[in-house]
C-alpha cells in the first residue's frame, strides 16, 4: 500500500463545501482517508484574487498507481467544475495536488512527485505538518516542522476551527 498525501483547496463557490465533496469523492474512487487536516484559509498564492482559498491535506492508503490517482482527481476537478483557461495561476472551484508518493521521488509525463513547490507554500505544509510533522521530504530532507520554520512564504493563512 502506498501512503499518500493529497492537498485539496478552492476559492470559487461554496468553499467548504468543495473540500467536503472533494473529500467525500476522494473516499468513494480511491480510499477513505487515513488523516484529515482541518481546513486553512489562505490568500491567493502566485496571483491577485478577490477570494481566499480553503486547503485541507488528506492522507489515504492505496494500491493504486500514481498515474491512477492523477486521473481521479483531475476527473474530480472536472466534476466540481474546474475550468482550465490558461498556463498561469487562477481561481478555482477545486484544486487536487498530489503532494507526496510515500518517500518515493516520481517524474511522469504528467507528474511530479514531491510537488516542487510544496516548500514554498504555508496552505500546503501547515495542514501536511499538522497531520504528519515528522515526515521527511524525500528531496530536501527535512521534515514538515522544519519546512514550515524556513518557508519564505508570507501570505495570510489561518486553520478555521471546524473541518
Known amino acids: 500500500m502506498n501512503e499518500v498525501y493529497l492537498g ?5 463557490g461554496d468553499r467548504l463545501q468543495n473540500i467536503r465533496v472533494a473529500i467525500n ?4 474512487r480511491i480510499a477513505v482517508p487515513e488523516q484529515i487536516s482541518s481546513v486553512y484559509i489562505s490568500e491567493p498564492w502566485g496571483f491577485q484574487h478577490a477570494k481566499y ?3 485541507a491535506v488528506v492522507m489515504i492508503k492505496t494500491n493504486k498507481s500514481a498515474d491512477e490517482i492523477f486521473g481521479i482527481t ?5 466534476e466540481m467544475k474546474r475550468v ?17 508518493w510515500g518517500n518515493d521521488i516520481l517524474k511522469t509525463e504528467n507528474l511530479i512527485i514531491p510537488h516542487p513547490k510544496i516548500q514554498d507554500r504555508l496552505f500546503v505544509i501547515m495542514p501536511m505538518a499538522e497531520i504528519s ?13 522544519q519546512l514550515l520554520k524556513s518557508c519564505n512564504d508570507t501570505g495570510k493563512i ?5 473541518k
Open 74 to 78: 483531475t476527473g474530480i476537478e472536472l
Open 53 to 55: 482559498f480553503t486547503n
Open 158 to 162: 489561518r486553520k478555521l476551527k471546524n
Open 133 to 145: 510533522k515528522e515526515f521527511i521530504h524525500p528531496v530536501l530532507k527535512k521534515n514538515m516542522q
Open 25 to 28: 469523492l476522494i473516499s468513494e
Open 84 to 100: 482550465r483557461n490558461s498556463t498561469g495561476y487562477e481561481g478555482r472551484t477545486m484544486d487536487i495536488d498530489i503532494l507526496f
Open 8 to 12: 485539496i483547496g478552492g476559492n470559487l
